[in-house]
């Protein structure tokens, strides 16, 4: 079946610690996204990247960092410079083109910062 | 600023018709919109997109305005399971997507 993986599920870290949340897709996309979501709040975009090697700072970048070293991977990174951590995380992808429909998501990483 | 504006919530009756409007005053020329909705704890998931016509699929349909500064899901009879949040996208050229802050509706038995 074709989809986005993210792992783990659930995560927790202490302050001060640096973070990585996996994202893995099969579905040859090329465009990848990172997202954000407080409680009751809509997403708000940490990173995407629309090619291999090629990565673009959405409205939320700072205290995150991302690679994209291979097509179907875009792993984030949470540093301990990211004041307030916790939340869900979101990661996506698809076709860059506005025309074609969807952006496809994965399951979330709901991270806890103790 | 947010680029789309929509009613924090909104009821239905189970088996009536919903039309849940969204607000893109600043909309460009080229920008695409969509919309998505999300259950609790799941990553949000595809409803429909259209740029200038009127749009219907399976699960919906979208009006959009002539002027493109506004557009309305229509999901023609509500069921339970339809009770998610529902938000209002703009894709851009850049194929970076702008969610709002989305509207909680809720279904009657």
């Known amino acids: 079946d074709g989809g986005i993986t993210q792992s783990p599920k659930y995560l927790f870290r202490k302050e001060g610690q640096n973070v990585t949340l996996s994202c893995e897709q099969n579905?040859?996309?090329?465009?990848m996204y990172w997202y954000r979501q407080d409680p009751g709040q809509g997403l708000r975009l940490i990173y995407y990247s629309q090619i291999v090697n090629d990565f673009q700072k959405g409205d939320i970048a700072e205290g995150y960092s991302v690679s994209r070293e291979k097509k179907e991977s875009f792993p984030l990174t949470v540093t301990s410079a990211q004041k307030n951590p916790t939340a869900f995380y979101l990661c996506?992808?698809?076709?860059?083109?506005?025309?074609?429909?969807?952006?496809?998501f994965g399951p979330g990483t709901r991270l806890t910062v103790l | 600023d947010a680029k789309t504006t929509q009613p924090n919530s909104m009821e239905s009756n189970e088996e009536e018709p919903v039309h849940l409007p969204c607000n893109h005053s600043t909309i460009s020329g080229t920008d695409y919109i969509h919309w998505y909705r999300q259950l609790p704890s799941q990553g949000p998931e595809y409803v429909i997109h259209?740029?200038?016509s009127n749009v219907n699929n399976r699960m919906a349909s979208l009006a959009i305005a002539e002027d493109r500064k506004s557009s309305t899901l229509i999901l023609h009879r509500a069921t339970l399971r339809d009770a998610a949040v529902y938000y209002c996208i703009l894709r851009d050229r850049g194929n970076q997507f702008y969610f709002g802050t989305g509207t909680s509706l809720t279904v009657i038995p």
């Open positions: 996506a992808s698809s076709i860059p083109r506005p025309d074609i429909n969807e952006q496809f």
């Open positions: 259209g740029l200038t």
């Open positions: 579905l040859n996309h090329d465009a």
